[in-house]
């Protein structure tokens, strides 16, 4: 991959399968497709925002597999696959039944012995590292196999052999393991990370932190050594911690279609201006004003631009000029 990369993602996408709003799984007929996966959604929203991004993983040669990268691709994201044999790998699924209270919405998935179980790093083109300015993993990515574990470490640290800004979403999934375990593979990952997105329940459930969002910021910064902690606490916005200095953002209030992919947007709109040259404090802003837009979006994916979010950081939302 030749030129500058402002950004690198790796992780798993999947394949996310919803039935109509209202229906069940078990007897809906119809189901729509679309790729979801946290590293990818960053990557893809972060594109849409102006950033050149470029997002690594692993896939079966099958319709499946090449499904996910023409997606990703439409938003913009350069992609960087090693290809499986298609009769030994698969591509992952999760189904997405959205219902209201009390039923709530449900999330099954089916992403056993998926292609990325299998990944290893000198399977990846890691070149696109070599020249890029941020990169970008989750917690779910170590979570899925040992060897994406591994790989995890390894791109983690060759990132940072280049001189390249590492951020790291914790974004714990219960579905794949259990706090004790996620957190001894998270802290043996912090040495490598410069950057880190946590939610503050997480912060507390799984890597025990006591506190308000501010005194788990500067715990973990100060016994980490992060650069920057961000920590979000749902409807009482999020606060960064830089370097010892504090920047605290509120949420932009969004009517909520489709949850899915929020934190996400988050993350991509925070990286996305602070690779266009923005502080700490206007990162917050984009961050909140791209989750905020994508509640009101269907899919994994925050389909908005740098006018969306510039729209509602200054209050101008919903004014058809």
Known sequence: MVGVTDLVTFGE????LSPPRGDRLETAEAFDVQAGGAESNVAAGAARLGADAVWLSKLPESPLGRRIVGELRSHGVRT????????????????????????GTTVV?????????????????????????????TG????????????????L????????????????RAKLWDPETARDAYEALFEHVDTLFVPRRDAREVLGREGDAVAIANGLAAEFGFETVV???????AVALRNGTLTEQEVFDADTFDAIGTGDAFVAGYLAKRIDGGDVA???EWAAAAAALKRTIAGDVAVITPADVDGVVDGAAGIDR
């Open 157 to 172: 640290r060759a990132a940072g052999e280049a001189g390249v800004t590492r951020s790291f979403d914790l974004n714990y």
């Open 80 to 103: 960087g696959v090693a290809w499986a044999d298609p009769d030994g790998s698969r591509v992952g699924t999760y189904y997405l039944e959205h219902g209201g209270e009390p039923r």
């Open 282 to 284: 206007a990162a917050l």
């Open 231 to 237: 920590v979000t606490r749902g409807s009482e916005g």
């Open 109 to 137: 998935y089916d992403r056993a012995d998926a292609a990325i179980t299998t990944v290893e790093p000198d399977e990846l083109p890691t070149s696109a590292l070599e020249s890029a300015s941020r990169f970008h993993t």
């Open 13 to 16: 996408t999947m394949l996310r």
């Open 140 to 155: 779910i990515t170590p979570a899925l196999s040992e060897r994406a574990a591994e790989t995890t470490t390894a791109l």
